[in-house]
């Protein structure tokens, strides 16, 4: 049974950060600039579907925000699942849940307690499959490799070599431990060449701060700031993950609510549209959210590619995930992930 509204956003509100249909994308590599900001009320939904014999009478999408979820924060700002679904022959109550550990994700999903993942890590995708749970990926939420860095107070640590024997801080099953693990290996090195200890990346910031380690992983606005104190870049992911963030779904529940899902994705787009029509106010929006100046939004912003169309290379970047975690053994046996996502 679907836990209430305040239960959910009571009880799933846990955990610790780290954390992707063919439709309208938004590449970051240019963000589109105007010289006045153009500001949009409301977003619009590409089209109506007929709702009026749903079955589904509310719906609990996952709401996340950092590193720098830009879609999470303007459709909840703009109220758009919300609209989407008070509209197409019936009102569908929306319920948000809070939830920030990829691990909590999508066992809320599995439970029923969630209905769509609205941006799940790719390694607690693949980690819900090896473990037999029901999910699929819907469509992607973003790629970012470049929001990923691996950042040190020792300026000498120039290679993956200067950090054989050094203690490096960072968050276990993720992004940037798939970073880590590929740029020692790109060196012939393994974890067992460093001192890795596991810590989210707001403790490995400190660590980092404190003298305690000597390399933290870092990403979004705390890798920002770390670049913003001199910090020496070790690497960020580019060529060593691909960073990617899906939407998931359980099977049965897009077998029984395809239609609902339509207007979800929909919705989606409209979202994409809006940020890349409404460059300017969407910024300013993002840094209100995230207490931070614009020009670091904008900075990082060009970071993401937040494109919800499902391409080869996402195809291949979900299996460089599975393969990483089964090499490292974070999974028992290997994986297909083109299984993973809905044709």
Do not use: W
């Amino acid at each position: 049974m679907k836990l209430t509204k305040k239960v959910v956003l009571s009880v799933l509100a846990v955990g610790v950060m780290m954390t992707s249909m063919v439709g309208c994308g938004l590449s970051n590599s240019a963000p589109a600039q105007s010289s006045q900001p153009v500001v949009a009320e409301t977003t619009e939904i590409a089209e109506t579907i007929d709702l009026s014999q749903s079955t589904l009478d509310e719906l609990t999408i996952t709401h996340v925000t950092s590193p720098l979820n830009v879609p999470s924060i303007i459709q909840k700002n703009k109220n758009v699942f919300v609209d989407a679904f008070s509209e197409n022959g019936k009102a569908i109550e929306v319920n948000y849940a809070e939830i920030t550990s990829g691990a909590d994700q999508t066992q809320a999903l599995a439970s029923g307690d969630v209905d769509i993942l609205y941006a799940v890590g790719g390694t607690s995708v693949v980690l819900a499959a090896a473990n037999d749970a029901d999910i699929k990926i819907l469509n992607m939420y973003s790629r970012s490799p470049e929001a990923f860095c691996m950042y040190s107070s020792d300026k000498t640590i120039q290679s993956a070599e200067d950090l054989r024997g050094k203690t490096v801080a960072g968050p276990v099953g993720t992004n940037l431990h798939q970073l880590l693990v590929a740029y020692l290996k790109a060196a012939d090195m393994t974890i067992e060449d460093i001192h890795y200890v596991n810590m989210s990346i707001a403790d490995a910031k400190a660590a980092l701060d404190g003298g305690s380690v000597d390399v933290a992983l870092l990403a979004g606005p705390t890798a920002y700031k770390a670049k913003q104190q001199d910090y020496n870049l070790v690497t960020n992911g580019k060529g060593l993950t691909d960073a990617v963030i899906a939407v998931a779904v359980r099977e049965d529940f897009y077998n029984q609510y395809k239609k609902e899902l339509e207007v979800f994705v929909n919705a989606q787009e409209s979202i994409i549209k809006y940020i890349s029509e409404n460059h300017n106010e969407a910024m300013e929006i993002v840094a209100a959210e995230l207490d931070l100046d614009k020009a670091a939004v904008e900075e990082m912003f060009t970071q993401y590619d937040f494109d919800i169309g499902t391409t080869q290379e996402d195809y291949k970047a979900f299996q460089n995930v599975a393969d990483f975690m089964y090499e490292t053994k974070m999974i028992e046996e290997p994986i297909d992930t083109a299984k993973l996502f809905i044709k």
